[in-house]
T-cell receptor, first 115, second 112 residues
Framework: SAVISQKPSRDICQRGTSLTIQCQVD?????MFWYRQQPGQSLTLIAT?????????ESGFVIDKFPISRPNLTFSTLTVSNMSPEDSSIYLC????????????FGPGTRLTVT | EDKVVQSPLSLVVHEGDTVTLNCSYE??????LLWYKQEKKAPTFLFML????IEKKSGRLSSILDKKELFSILNITATQTGDSAVYLC????????????FGAGTILRVKS
């Protein structure tokens, strides 16, 4: 499976600011995803990061709030914009290395606290 | 709307005990069910199940799917403190191979 790193691993931010989270994979992957895990809850898919085109957002998530970049097949960023305390969550990137099979492999996550 | 429900929400056992975690689902056009173990932040992949009645096994962990009754179980035998984690169940939904819907998870704590 792919080795995935995320930066930062954690951050404490003030409301109204923005944070960009980076996800780096050690090999080229077809699909990359961004998830949010709010305290005590399960993983919710934010968007699919498409290489060379705009991300595909899930219902309830918009590009203005969560802009995503994917400049190549090994890297993506998620920005959490104009943060509020409700954005305090763990943000995870995941990858699906191959075209077959649904298994996704997750990065170590970014724990964000908004004060 | 697709739904994945896990039970129990949490449990505490002693080392050496056997535990069974449950996952039921309501998904249009079911294709596969996946189990993950989440320690700290990152979920790690355990099993993928697509066919009823075929047990998947890895060491002390095993899992089976019942597509008629729409559920799966994850068994852990001879539990160890290192098994303490959140266990997540997810089902695949269209577009197939791309999207996973996760349950809320079962928090397992193994006491020494």
């Amino acid at each position: 499976s792919a080795v995935i790193s995320q930066k930062p691993s954690r951050d404490i931010c003030q409301r109204g600011t923005s944070l960009t989270i980076q996800c780096q994979v050690d090999s080229q992957v077809t699909m990359m995803f961004w998830y949010r895990q709010q305290p005590g809850q399960s993983l919710t898919l934010i968007a699919t990061a498409n290489q060379g085109s705009e991300a595909t957002y899930e219902s309830g998530f918009v590009i203005d709030k969560f802009p995503i970049s994917r400049p190549n097949l090994t890297f993506s960023t998620l920005t959490v914009s104009n943060m509020s305390p409700e954005d305090s969550s763990i943000y995870l990137c995941s990858v699906k290395p191959g075209l077959a099979g649904p298994e996704q492999y997750f990065g170590p996550g970014t724990r964000l606290t908004v004060t | 709307e697709d739904k994945v429900v896990q039970s129990p929400l949490s449990l505490v056992v002693h080392e050496g005990d056997t535990v069974t975690l449950n996952c039921s689902y309501e998904v249009t056009n079911f294709r596969s069910l996946l189990w993950y173990k989440q320690e700290k932040k990152a979920p790690t992949f355990l099993f993928m199940l697509t066919s009823s009645g075929i047990e998947k096994k890895s060491g002390r962990l095993s899992s089976i799917l019942d597509k008629k009754e729409l559920f799966s179980i994850l068994n852990i035998t001879a539990t160890q403190t290192g098994d303490s984690a959140v266990y997540l169940c997810a089902v695949e939904r269209p577009p197939y191979g791309n999207k996973l819907v996760f349950g809320a998870g079962t928090i397992l704590r193994v006491k020494s």
